[in-house]
């Protein structure tokens, strides 16, 4: 298989013609996702249980399905369930696919930390008696696990 160099260039300004398009859809949607993650963190943060398990399911829901998945059920799914959108464009459908996928990120990242997770991430080096400073930034201890034998009058012996 042969690399045809004079075709890509001349396809170049065909891909070109399009350019301000996907700049326009990306910008769009990351704007609006950022909304709506800072939108899911404050409902994340809420004391009121149904916006909390409102937003797990979201979050839950849209972290496990890939983007292009999403994209072929709004486009191609949604204007079956709802007639109503089969005059829907397909900038529309990949905008929405776009902002819908992504907030869970910008959501991740606009929360505060919650004490929770700070305390877990202590947790890990306890099995393997590492020091608290080790524990606490992540890095792996050289110390071998204790581990009792059965018959040292552990309470593993009996």
């Not at 001349?10 to 704007?31: D, G, H, N, Q």
């Not at 909304?35 to 937003?55: H, N, P, Q």
């Not at 829901?61 to 709004?74: A, E, G, M």
Request: glycine share 6%; proline share 9%.
């Amino acid at each position: 298989m042969n690399f045809d160099f004079p075709y890509v260039l001349e396809v170049i300004p065909a891909i070109m013609k399009y350019v301000p398009l996907t700049l326009f859809m990306s910008i769009l949607a990351m704007a609006v996702a950022i909304l709506i993650g800072i939108l899911l963190a404050v409902m994340k943060e809420s004391k009121k249980a149904v916006l909390r398990g409102f937003t797990s399911i979201y979050l839950s829901f849209f972290r496990s399905v890939p983007t292009l998945v999403l994209l072929f059920i709004i486009y191609y799914g949604l204007p079956q369930l709802f007639p109503s959108l089969t005059a829907m464009e397909a900038v529309t459908a990949a905008i929405i696919g776009l902002v819908s996928n992504k907030p869970h990120f910008w959501r991740k990242y606009s929360a505060r930390p919650s004490f929770p997770s700070i305390k877990a991430s202590w947790k890990p080096g306890f099995p393997l008696g590492c020091r608290n400073s080790r524990r606490l930034t992540g890095s792996f201890c050289s110390k071998p696990p204790k581990m009792p034998c059965r018959g040292q009058g552990t309470p593993l012996s009996a």
